[in-house]
């Protein structure tokens, strides 16, 4: 496939293209609208107090490290959970779900961070996790906490009997300056050696006391507790809508390839030469209404657009067969419902109009419909012809609305059409028609359903096919091609029938049949130009 095709494809299916994404859009905004928003808070604590030592060790960090990791997963443990709802005077306890904890990577922190659809009570959560978590590590034990009251009293009493020794020490240097006599020197000296042992004790006493409140690397401590969030985490509805849009193009621009690819039928000139190896001489669009009679457009609406078509169609015929004149023509669709018979009727309409004397034979001996669609009755006509040698066959044709074109019905319905259709009676009436009109047109039945088309091609000038844009398959096509090529019929070209509107190719000003004294004079020209390529013949029926 080519670029241009890619393209084309995604012209063709671009109102999907657009109604996907637009749908996803806006569902997906509608969905993400209603959803409760989600908000989070996170309170960071440190395990121990390796930071605040003077020379900390590196079995003092890794062991706090273990140990971030170890609260990590108790702070989603029932324990935990359910004095946070005891703290708060909740109802229900957190669910372990919304709850996470993790130990910041080489470092002693942990990072506590709760989802719920209320920011306060997300915030208040966090922080009531961490809380717990201080209350159930060791430090925060009853028997430990009352002792370290005791010795952080002692501690302070030290603290105060040291500063009361130095000051005592002070005083006795001061007085030691000022004696005079021997005595009193060596009295305040003696009187500063104690002091300064007793110093020394109170120093010592107190060393020994301080790191049973300086707490070790099992310990808690809050770093930075939880704020109210503002801005919920989830739904997001910005990047939810652009990922839904996303997936909407892309499922709808595989889906077009998809369909393009699965749906093996003819819908354009490419498609044609491709699969039948034929020009397509005419690209027609579908025609408005029901009844056969309204499809008749080229005599009810001759300035359509649509029969602009039809009257290129007769141009392509006549440029096709410059060498060899084209009296018969037989027009043929691989199967049924394609659109032959309303083809050929507008085509022997443009004709007529153009001043050739043109008459279209039904020779769809099994399902006949041209006399419906020129409103005519099918109580005589070609089987009648074939069956009787008189009278002759001008007498069963009928005129028609437009001057110059009539019409010989298939007749009534024989039991054996292919042996009458390929009979020498079938060839002495063509024959007999050739030398009294200018074109003879000949419906016949589809292709490949039955042999009846088949046995006519070697009879006339050139086989016509009619292709139903979207619906005549590729095999079909290719298949009815070989089979008019097998019995060596003259296969002119392809109808592309029943386009659409948008694709038919019509939107080129219309031409100039949009206006009327151009459209005459155009007319007047392509009538002239006919008639000199073409020589006279006697009127039917005379």
């Not at 139903?468 to 090529?485: H, I, L, N, V």
Request: proline content about 6%.
């Amino acid at each position: 496939m080519q670029l241009q095709q890619y393209f084309a494809v995604i012209k063709k299916w671009l109102w999907l293209i657009v109604a996907s994404v637009l749908i996803a859009t806006v569902s997906s905004y509608l969905g993400t609208r209603q959803m409760p928003r989600i908000y989070q808070a996170t309170t960071t604590v440190m395990v121990g107090q390796v930071l605040g030592q003077a020379d900390p060790n590196a079995q003092d960090l890794y062991l706090s490290q273990q140990l971030a990791q170890t609260y990590a997963d108790m702070a989603r443990r029932r324990p935990i959970l359910d004095g946070v709802a005891e703290a708060l005077g909740l109802d229900y306890i957190p669910s372990a779900e919304n709850i996470s904890a993790r130990q910041v990577p080489g470092t002693q922190l942990l990072e506590i961070t709760v989802r719920d659809t209320h920011p306060e009570r997300a915030m208040y959560i966090a922080n009531a996790i961490a809380h717990e978590l201080i209350l159930q590590s060791p430090t925060q034990a009853r028997e430990e906490q009352e002792r370290r009251a005791f010795v952080q009293a002692q501690l302070k009493d030290l603290e105060s009997r040291i500063h009361e020794t130095q000051d005592e020490i002070d005083q006795e240097q001061a007085r030691l300056e000022s004696a005079n006599s021997a005595r009193a020197i060596q009295q305040h000296q003696a009187n500063i050696a104690a002091l300064q042992e007793k110093f020394a004790t109170y120093q010592s006493t107190y060393a020994s006391l301080l790191p049973a409140v300086e707490g070790g690397v099992n310990y808690i401590s809050v770093v930075e507790p939880a704020t109210v969030p503002t801005v919920p985490i989830s739904p997001r509805v910005g990047m939810t809508v652009m990922l839904a849009s996303a997936i909407g193009l892309v499922l709808a621009v595989g889906g077009a390839f998809l369909i393009e690819y699965l749906d093996d039928t003819i819908k354009t000139s490419d498609d044609v030469a491709r699969t039948a190896d034929l020009p397509t001489l005419a690209r027609i669009a579908r025609i408005d209404g029901e009844a056969y009679p309204d499809k008749l457009i080229a005599l009810h609406h001759p300035l359509s657009p649509i029969v602009e078509a039809y009257r290129l169609l007769r141009a392509n015929l006549q440029f096709s067969a410059v060498d060899k004149p084209l009296h018969t023509l037989m027009v043929n669709s691989p199967g049924p419902g394609e659109g032959k018979s309303v083809t050929l009727a507008n085509l022997a309409v443009v004709m007529a109009q153009s001043g050739l004397r043109v008459v279209a034979v039904d020779a769809d001996l099994r399902r006949p419909v041209l006399h419906q669609v020129f409103g005519l009755p099918n109580s005589h006509g070609l089987s009648d012809a074939i069956l009787q040698a008189n009278p002759p066959v001008g007498e069963h044709l009928q005129a028609t609305e437009v001057e110059n074109l009539w019409l010989l019905a298939s007749g009534p319905i024989p039991p054996n059409p292919a042996e009458l259709l390929g009979s020498g009676r079938m060839a002495a009436v063509i024959e007999e028609l050739r030398g009294q009109a200018d074109m003879v047109l000949l419906d016949s039945p589809p292709a490949l359903v039955v042999a009846d088309a088949l046995i006519l091609s070697n009879r006339v000038d050139g086989v016509l096919v009619v292709n139903d844009a979207g619906r005549t398959r590729r095999s079909e096509a290719r298949q009815g091609a070989e089979e008019f090529r097998r019995v060596r019929a003259n296969l002119l070209g392809v109808v592309l029938n029943r386009l659409s509107r948008r694709r038919g190719g019509y939107s080129h000003n219309h031409y100039y049949y949009y206006q009327s004294e151009d459209g005459q004079r155009e007319e007047r020209r392509w009538r002239s130009w006919l008639r000199r390529r073409l020589w006279s013949r006697q009127e039917p029926g005379e």
